[in-house]
């Protein structure tokens, strides 16, 4: 298999006020092309924090990464931008949608951003209709469900075709029902090919990945093999 991620002796260090806070630790960690890994562990113990370290949403204090075989480690804020734009998406506990956008225009904001101008909505509309959301095309986020929002925000992820797809708690905010069919949707997006690389403190959503990746104190104590994610 091909690498997708590897990560040398990472470590992330805060400032706040004259507190030095080391979120993570010197943490080694390989990702290979079409795996499905999940980050578990408790609040505070670094997986959201490397999670934005490997999506390029910050920069390490020590340590390198490569994705797809480029250091990414300190690419400039512009470069930083741009491999978000075109090589990953994300997908937050939050959903993180436009209100007064309705759901085709939440999913097409990617474009926008990499073309700089306004875009067909086929593209958008072939996204959500990938979620199953193509009749709710027209609906805003407040017309909307908790889990019909997240599959919104999961096509938007989706839209500029990614390599890797980066999922921070995708369930946190839904009801076990709804969480289980978002996480029977990212298994069917990583069995089409996708490479996923989740954040879970939630042992049950874990368990459906590939590899477990266990995460304390921002080090990594080990990791466990899972057979199929089902």
């Known amino acids: 298999m091909t690498e997708m ?5 990472l470590t992330k260090t805060y400032r706040l006020g004259g507190t030095e806070v080391q979120a993570l630790r010197g943490v080694d960690l390989t990702v290979q092309a079409g795996e499905f890994v999940a980050l578990m562990g408790p609040s505070g113990c670094g997986k ?14 020590s340590g390198r990464f490569t994705l797809e075989g480029r250091d990414a480690s300190r690419l400039s804020k512009a470069d930083r931008a741009r491999l978000r734009n075109t090589r990953l998406g994300f997908v937050f506990q939050n959903f993180f949608l436009l209100p007064n956008q309705n759901a085709l225009d939440n999913v097409a904001l990617p474009l926008l951003y990499q073309h700089g101008r306004q875009v067909s909505a086929g593209s958008a509309l072939a996204a959500l ?3 199953g959301l193509a009749e709710r095309a027209r609906h805003r986020p407040r017309e909307l469900s908790g889990g019909e929002c997240q599959r919104v925000a999961i096509a938007r992820a989706l839209v500029n075709q990614p390599v890797l797809l980066l999922a921070d708690e995708p369930t ?3 009801d076990s029902a709804t969480g289980d069919e978002i996480m029977a949707l990212l298994l069917s997006l990583w069995r089409g090919g996708l490479t996923i690389l989740l954040v879970t ?4 959503v874990a368990a459906r990945s590939q590899r477990i990746v266990h995460m304390k104190d921002g080090r990594i104590l080990g990791e466990e093999a899972r057979h199929v994610g089902a």
């Open 129 to 131: 209709e990938h979620v």
């Open 48 to 61: 959201t924090t490397l999670l934005h370290l490997l999506g390029c949403l910050d920069t390490p204090t």
């Open 201 to 204: 403190h939630d042992a049950q």
């Open 5 to 9: 991620i590897a990560a040398e002796a």
């Open 172 to 174: 946190g905010n839904l």
